[in-house]
């Protein structure tokens, strides 16, 4: 899959709008998304090259109102407008917008399609960015996250997340008989595609850093093995047949290691494995219990969750396993610790009273703060941005033993944006990947 991509220019003064992200409930920015406009007569698929372009601006649209930083205008209130030249800003700020969106679309002659996209700034008059790609009409849908982590970017200063991809534990049948399948899709649940066909139990699937590879767990006759699945081709590779029980596989920030907790003896530490050589080190040694690893995203640190302590609690070492110290000493039991992309926070599982919570801390274990709280939350995966997580959720059984679902929800650092990400069935353990390109 191949994009081109180019800057549009356009001499202007210089903006001044910008999404102050680091505020704890934030004004969503009001900004308007138009159709992008082709000609009419150009058709791909049996539909005009507008329909794509229509298609396009909603995705758009939905991925700038999920991350609750933007509230998108009406498009009933709209005024027809030039997409390929300045826009009449008077007619913008009338209807309360402070940044526009504008494009065109075009079908070349190779078959491909020229998407254009220009974001305004109303109030100074002024374009923030443009931007051209080249591309395949059935990747529409990519490029819309494209353009979308480009306004995101432009707006507050930070990466976007939209081109992305979330692998996941897709579950089925009764709680006696449970199918569980590796699935992966879109960040926004869409592109939906099963990886394996539920003939055998899987669990914690994580991302490779270059995004192509996911390491999981599988139970083959009854026998859990770690693997590695390549997205591109489908290849299944066993990392290792390791004595004893082996949970939760996580790759290196560089790619080269997968660190994970392997059980012996009814003892559980954590091991980590050179991809290239498949020789193993253990890192921790400890009669308790040591699982859940994570590394920093500079590869120095590792953070776990051991019961040593009495409960369970969220640890930090050296990389080398040198230097354990517990950092979190608030009421109840924590677990499932992954460390931010950022390096400035590790979210975690808490257990208290009873209630399940997704929550946040600072790798020295200050600043604890606690955004969701639900009969069971569970496993959080950080965006690639560092400023949403992703978790599943199960809710409560009733009295005749019905319900109990699992789905995935997000939730941003405010606390405030929670959403369910809609999948086919129920789903469990969600991994998110980085920016795909």
Not at 18 to 30: C, S
Not at 68 to 74: N, V, Y
Not at 304 to 322: C, E, H, L, T, W
Not at 338 to 361: C, H, N
């Amino acid at each position: 899959m191949t994009f081109v991509a180019g800057v549009l220019s356009l001499s202007a003064a210089h903006a001044v709008i910008r999404v102050d992200i680091t505020k704890g409930q934030v004004d969503p920015l009001p900004i308007a998304v138009t159709d992008l406009k082709g000609d009419e007569r150009q058709t791909i698929s049996g539909g005009t090259i507008n329909d794509i372009g229509k298609r396009i601006s909603q995705v758009v649209s939905a991925d700038l109102d999920r991350s609750g930083l933007f509230r998108l205008i009406d498009p009933r209130a709209f005024f027809r407008d030039s997409a390929g030249s300045s826009p009449k800003f008077a007619n913008w700020r009338a209807v309360g917008a402070q940044a526009l969106v504008t494009g065109t679309l075009t079908l070349q002659e190779d078959g491909r399609i020229r998407v254009e996209f220009r974001l305004w700034d109303v109030l100074a008059k002024s374009q923030m960015i443009g931007l051209r790609y080249y591309t395949t009409p059935q990747n529409w849908r990519r490029i819309a996250h494209m353009i979308a982590d480009a306004i995101y970017e432009r707006l507050t200063g930070e990466k976007g997340y939209f081109d992305t991809r979330i692998v996941y534990i897709s579950e089925s049948g009764p709680a006696t008989n449970r199918i569980k399948r590796l699935a992966i899709m879109d960040q926004d649940g869409h592109n939906h595609k099963f990886l394996t066909d539920g003939r055998h139990l899987v669990l914690t699937p994580r991302f490779s850093p270059t995004a192509q590879e996911i390491t999981y767990l599988s139970y083959i006759n009854d026998n859990p093995r770690v693997y590695l699945y390549n997205i591109d081709t489908g290849k299944q590779e066993l990392l290792g047949d390791f004595p004893g029980m082996t949970f939760a596989p996580r790759f290196s920030p560089d790619g080269n290691k997968v660190i994970m907790s392997q059980a012996q003896d009814g003892n559980s530490d954590i091991y980590v494995m050179e991809l290239r050589t498949r020789k193993v080190t253990r890192l921790t040694t400890h009669s308790a219990i040591d699982t859940s690893p994570s590394y920093s995203p500079d590869g120095r640190y590792i953070t776990f969750n051991s019961d040593r302590g009495g409960s369970q609690q969220i640890y930090v070492m050296d990389a080398d396993g040198k230097n354990v110290r517990r950092i979190s000493f608030g009421k109840g039991r924590y677990a499932t610790p992954v460390w931010s992309p950022r390096g400035d926070l590790i979210a975690f599982t808490k257990i208290y009273q009873g209630r399940f919570y997704i929550g946040v801390m600072r790798p020295d274990g200050s600043g604890e703060r606690l955004l969701t709280e639900s009969y069971l939350d569970e496993g959080p995966t950080w965006s690639p941005n560092g400023r949403v997580l992703m978790f599943f959720r199960q809710q409560p059984y009733n009295s005749n033993g019905k319900g109990g679902e699992t789905q995935i929800w997000s939730i941003d650092l405010t606390g405030y944006n929670e959403r369910q990400i809609i999948t086919p069935l129920e789903a469990s353990d969600p991994a998110w990947s980085p920016l795909i390109r």
